[in-house]
């Protein structure tokens, strides 16, 4: 369990990055040259390298070196736990929101039957209260002056 948490927190944390997600989505096409997936981005290669270190570490990107040339390929399977953890969670909190929608629904229809008892024999409709009453003062007028 312990292991499965500390994957769960490495992905997370490599995905909490918009640049290391854009390199996942080019990454997600095929394999690419690290200088071809640093290609579209105003960072240098080395910040790009760094990067790579963190998906690597994370177990999301597998570095592979052909001569001089190093290779990068995306790893799917931390992504996949991390949609399988998230999709338990969709699914708790789903079930909380249709039963909330229910009590809702429940306690409206009571609030409009009690409304409807109450206002069952009158003809005329009251105007709407405002809350708190406005306060009336208890000096007495003043005469207009003359000019």
Same mark, same amino acid.
């Given at each position: 369990m312990v292991n499965y948490q500390e994957s769960l927190d490495a992905t997370f944390g490599a995905l909490a990055d918009p640049t290391r997600r854009a390199i996942l989505a080019r990454l997600s096409s095929g394999d690419l040259r690290v200088t071809d997936v640093a290609e579209p981005f105003a960072v240098s290669l080395p910040a790009v390298t760094k990067h790579l270190d963190v998906l690597e570490r994370a177990? @999301? #990107? #597998?570095?592979? *070196?052909e001569g001089r040339v190093r290779r990068?390929? @995306?790893v799917a399977s931390p992504l996949r736990e991390a949609?399988? +953890?998230?999709?338990?969670?969709r699914r708790f909190w789903e079930s909380q929101f249709d039963a909330l929608a229910r009590y809702l629904?429940?306690?409206?229809?009571?609030?409009?039957? *009690?409304? !409807? $008892?109450g206002? $069952?024999? %009158? !003809? %005329? *409709?009251?105007?709407? =209260?405002? +809350?708190?009453?406005? %306060?009336l003062s =208890? =000096? *007495?007028p003043r005469k207009p002056r003359s000019r």
């Open positions: 177990g @999301l #990107v #597998v570095r592979e *070196k990068c390929q @995306l949609a399988e +953890w998230i999709e338990r969670y629904g429940e306690t409206a229809n009571e609030e409009a039957e *009690k409304a !409807d $008892e206002n $069952e024999g %009158k !003809d %005329k *409709k009251e105007e709407p =209260r405002s +809350w708190p009453p406005p %306060k =208890r =000096r *007495k």
